[in-house]
């Protein structure tokens, strides 16, 4: 079969060249551009894929399709003309996973989403977008009329105050019984890449204190083996909204390309997303683990 690749929906950012394990996938070069006027990727040898899904799991755009793995797949409920945002955003891979999950619960026609603008998950479930922070509440509130939906609420975590605000509402929650996605993303550098000025948190570990979750857990998103494990932690956590559990949290932490990158939200080279997730791997990732906090 070998993996399909939409070349115009492909955004050039390189996030499923290092992930074949069959060292299948290349980028264009310079000269070769899409309908985006970017660099794409290529399947060099069609014939040596085994269908294995990797790419389509770490594609940031939804440009990958492989029909026989995985068994179940979230491909056509992602909104291609909006994911993702720009060049190598990972809320394109957070889509994926969500869109995987729901399709393999089989809860689509339950599952509802209350995001802040700028969250940027466009799938094709009940979406309720707001320009203020009033989704937080509603959420909650949709949720207590409508017990038997399935409710997720995406808190994005970014400068000081947004991540303040979290802080503010996890620890307030009690026996609310939905699943809370935490973006921690927006990091912002300061002059000379080598620390962090703003942005990020570990409020896990005193949520943990409390004990009312019934998950708590961070993941990364930029290894295969990263985006299997927010997967298995995304479709734990809906799993237990089902069953009536406590809430759960999940949060994902990545970096902001354009932000990091200081430049406009458009698309990025493929050198420069290299170069930020390098500094990300220095400055970062060490200072916040991939773990599991708590599980009930
Ligand atoms: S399906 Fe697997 S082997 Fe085929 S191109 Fe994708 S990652 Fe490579
Ligand atoms: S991961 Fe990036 S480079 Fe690879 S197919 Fe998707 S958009 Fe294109």
Partial sequence: MAAKIDLDQCMGCGNCLAACPRNLLKL???EQTNGRG???????S???????????????????RVDCSPAVSGYDLIRKDKVPPHAGCYLGTLSKVLADEIVRLGIRQDTVIFEKKGSNIYLEVETHDYDGSEFYEDGLRYKREHPEKIVILICASSKAGSTAQ?????????EEKVTIIKTLNWFEP?????GLKTGGCHHLEELAKQG????????????PAEVS???????KALKNQME??????????FPCFYRVGNRPQSLMPYEDIRRINAWFDTCVVPDYEYRVYLDH
């Fill in 244 to 253: 009536g559990k406590p809430f759960s949290v999940v949060e994902m932490l």
């Fill in 38 to 44: 970017v660099r794409y990727v290529e399947l060099s």
């Fill in 212 to 223: 009312n979750a019934s998950l708590l857990a961070r993941a990364g998103v930029r290894t």
């Fill in 28 to 30: 264009t070069d310079g």
């Fill in 166 to 174: 979290n802080v503010k509402w996890l620890g307030a929650l009690k």
């Fill in 190 to 194: 300061n002059e000379t890449m080598d």
């Fill in 229 to 235: 494990e927010l997967r298995r932690l995304v479709g």
């Fill in 46 to 64: 069609p014939d040596a894929c085994v269908d294995c899904g990797t790419c389509e799991l770490m594609c940031t755009a939804g440009a990958i």
